[in-house]
């Protein structure tokens, strides 16, 4: 399988198990109705960790533009530029297929919501409140925790390569990186912390044949794509900055 594939598939089993769980818990008449805030973050925290174990021997499991663009950044082992605009297309890609299948599962559930914004609330995220200067600046500390957590988890001073630690417990640990970020700081936002995840289902919601949908708020769709990329950017140099200090003998 080529990385792109990857990519898509990686990408479309997060969003399939992401907004699933998103699904369940805000479209009436489900088994998991109300289920909470706790039931949708841990549901996020697991649907990266599947993803990341079924396609990071391949890909690396970006599975999200901040994570690629901030690789290419500091010159992530032999991951370019020149594959960047790949990686994305493939990224967006899934999260549409992923978002297909989401729609498909609760086909039922869609007539029996009223609820726009709750419908809405499955493909892609909105703001607790609209602001959207401060809620720019939420998404850019959500994914700026992200990327640098997840950079620093890689480091072979954490992960020994070879050691099976680095493919057994690397997954898990992001697992629980976006467990915690969805816990300490989803709040405000809905914590996109991916561009992907966001634009490809807003997609889909936009052109999926849904029950009473409402509009898709285009926009907002800039907040969780532009605040992203920002944070990720600015993870990566903080991130090369750390690892580039010589250590005091």
């Given at each position: 399988?080529?990385?792109?594939?990857?990519?898509?598939?990686?990408?479309?089993?997060?969003?399939?198990?992401?907004?699933?769980?998103?699904?369940?818990?805000?479209?009436?008449?489900?088994?998991?109705?109300?289920?909470?805030?706790?039931?949708?973050?841990?549901?996020?925290?697991?649907?990266?960790?599947?993803?990341?174990?079924?396609?990071?021997a391949?890909?690396?499991?970006?599975?999200?533009?901040?994570?690629?663009?901030?690789?290419?950044?500091?010159?992530?082992?032999?991951?370019?530029?020149?594959?960047?605009?790949?990686?994305?297309?493939?990224?967006?890609?899934?999260?549409?297929?992923?978002?297909?299948?989401?729609?498909?599962?609760?086909?039922?559930?869609?007539?029996?919501?009223?609820?726009?914004?709750?419908?809405?609330?499955?493909?892609?995220?909105?703001?607790?409140?609209?602001?959207?200067?401060?809620?720019?600046?939420?998404?850019?500390?959500?994914?700026?925790?992200?990327?640098?957590?997840?950079?620093?988890?890689?480091?072979?001073?954490?992960l020994?390569?070879?050691?099976?630690f680095?493919?057994?417990?690397?997954?898990?640990?992001?697992?629980?990186?976006?467990?915690?970020i969805?816990?300490?700081?989803?709040?405000?936002?809905?914590?996109?912390?991916?561009?992907?995840?966001?634009?490809?289902?807003?997609?889909?919601?936009?052109?999926?044949?849904?029950?009473g949908?409402?509009?898709?708020?285009?926009s907002?769709?800039?907040?969780?794509?532009?605040?992203?990329?920002?944070?990720?950017?600015?993870?990566?140099?903080?991130?090369?900055?750390?690892?580039?200090?010589?250590?005091?003998?």
């Amino acid at each position: 399988m080529s990385p792109f594939s990857a990519e898509i598939i990686g990408t479309m089993i997060l969003v399939l198990l992401g907004n699933g769980v998103v699904a369940g818990v805000v479209l009436n008449k489900t088994k998991s109705n109300d289920a909470g805030w706790m039931v949708i973050t841990a549901g996020w925290g697991m649907a990266v960790t599947m993803a990341v174990y079924l396609v990071g021997a391949i890909s690396g499991a970006h599975l999200n533009p901040a994570i690629t663009i901030s690789l290419a950044m500091i010159g992530h082992g032999d991951f370019g530029w020149s594959q960047v605009p790949g990686y994305i297309l493939a990224q967006i890609i899934g999260a549409i297929l992923g978002s297909i299948l989401v729609w498909l599962t609760y086909l039922p559930h869609w007539k029996e919501t009223s609820d726009q914004k709750a419908k809405l609330a499955v493909f892609s995220t909105a703001p607790a409140i609209r602001d959207k200067p401060k809620n720019l600046i939420a998404e850019i500390i959500g994914t700026f925790v992200l990327v640098l957590g997840v950079l620093t988890i890689l480091r072979p001073e954490n992960l020994v390569p070879g050691s099976g630690f680095d493919r057994g417990f690397g997954p898990l640990l992001v697992g629980l990186l976006v467990l915690s970020i969805g816990l300490s700081l989803g709040g405000p936002t809905g914590y996109a912390i991916n561009p992907a995840r966001d634009l490809g289902p807003r997609i889909a919601h936009a052109i999926l044949p849904i029950h009473g949908k409402g509009d898709s708020d285009w926009s907002y769709a800039w907040v969780p794509i532009v605040g992203p990329v920002i944070g990720g950017a600015i993870a990566a140099f903080v991130f090369k900055w750390l690892w580039t200090i010589t250590p005091t003998p």
